[in-house]
């Protein structure tokens, strides 16, 4: 059985943001079945992997073309780098759409809230809930101006229903202001990434919302392409030494052995937590450093990248 039936040919990329790039495919000898908001395609990768991508319903796509929405992420297993080396012409297979994230509640008000890329579902969410006549509120939350994907088409989209908020100004979200704002029968839905989706949840449960009408999806980062390895880390002020296990972050290490260490967004996007590296060489994992300050292996952002070599000396 052919597991990836669609033949999906580029008619256009467009750069939304540095790292995130919409797609639009027409479909090769055939039609995408009819899919709900909430639903993706697995693209099939060179390497005989596949990616999941949620269908967008972006304003003016064309009846029956395809639009993704894909972040470029670094040391991925080649998922995105692949996608975001597609020009137009280029042809990929694709699974049918499945959707693990339909809206549910029938006629029932929505909160939505997304973040990052976890924007591309929701975004179809509010184009089906306005073709449906339901109200709702969309609460998209992101670091910095310039770095939210698909606002001009959610502006299109939800009109007064969009509220924007970033991480560096005082329109930071409010998960509570926002639950406490919407109607007492609301359906909450949160993309995005995992801080995103426990606090919306933990929120909404204790509003008293019942779980049964808080739906999320995580919005998961390509695993890196070689698996975790503990490595060490040493503090060049006091030249204690510590492990770094495969399932700890250098940030979690740190704080294990008592030390105070500054972080925020812990997805390395925010650059709060860099540090000077005087020794060793770092695995790069975050989306903030240039190739050429990653090149210089002289600093580095301790909450997600690790070690190629078996210790770091950090300027700690
Ligand atoms: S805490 Fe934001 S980049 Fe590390």
Redesign the pocket.
């Known amino acids: 059985m052919d597991t990836h039936p669609l033949k999906l040919k580029v008619q256009s990329v467009v750069a939304e943001t540095p790292f995130i790039r919409s797609l639009v495919f027409g479909v090769e000898g055939g039609a995408v079945p009819r899919w709900q908001a909430g639903a993706h395609i697995r693209v099939s990768l060179p390497n005989g992997g596949d990616r999941p991508y949620s269908l967008m319903a972006l304003p003016g796509l064309a009846e029956g073309a395809v639009a993704l929405g894909v972040l470029r992420e670094e040391m991925s297993t080649g998922g995105s780098q692949f996608m975001h080396a597609l020009k137009t012409g280029d042809i990929v297979r694709a699974t049918a759409p499945v959707n693990n994230f339909p809206l549910q509640g029938g006629s029932a008000p929505a909160l939505l809230f997304a973040g990052g890329i976890g924007v591309t579902p929701i975004l179809s969410m509010a184009a089906e809930l306005n073709a449906r006549g339901i109200p709702y509120r969309l609460h998209y939350a992101g670091r910095t101006p310039g770095r939210l994907a698909f606002l001009p088409q959610l502006q299109a989209i939800c009109s007064k229903g969009l509220a924007v908020h970033y991480d560096s100004d005082e329109s930071r979200l409010d998960v509570a202001a926002a639950l406490g704002d919407a109607p007492a029968d609301a359906h909450v839905y949160v993309c995005g990434p995992a801080g995103m989706i426990d606090a919306v949840k933990a929120g909404a449960l204790s509003r008293g919302v019942p779980a049964d009408r808080i739906h999320f999806e995580l919005f998961k980062a390509e695993q890196p392409g070689s698996p975790n390895k503990p490595f060490e880390v040493e503090l060049k002020s006091t030249g204690q030494v510590i492990t770094v296990a495969t399932d700890q972050s250098i940030i979690q290490a740190l704080e294990a052995a008592g030390l105070d260490v500054l972080?925020?967004?812990?997805?390395?996007?925010?650059?709060?937590?860099q540090c000077g590296v005087i020794a060793g060489v770092p695995d790069h994992r975050?989306v903030?450093l240039s190739d050429d300050e990653k090149a210089s292996n002289k600093v580095m952002?301790?909450?997600?990248s690790r070690a190629k070599s078996e210790r770091l000396v950090l300027d700690l």
């Open positions: 972080y925020d967004c812990q997805r390395g996007d925010c650059g709060i937590c975050d903030i952002q301790i909450c997600v």
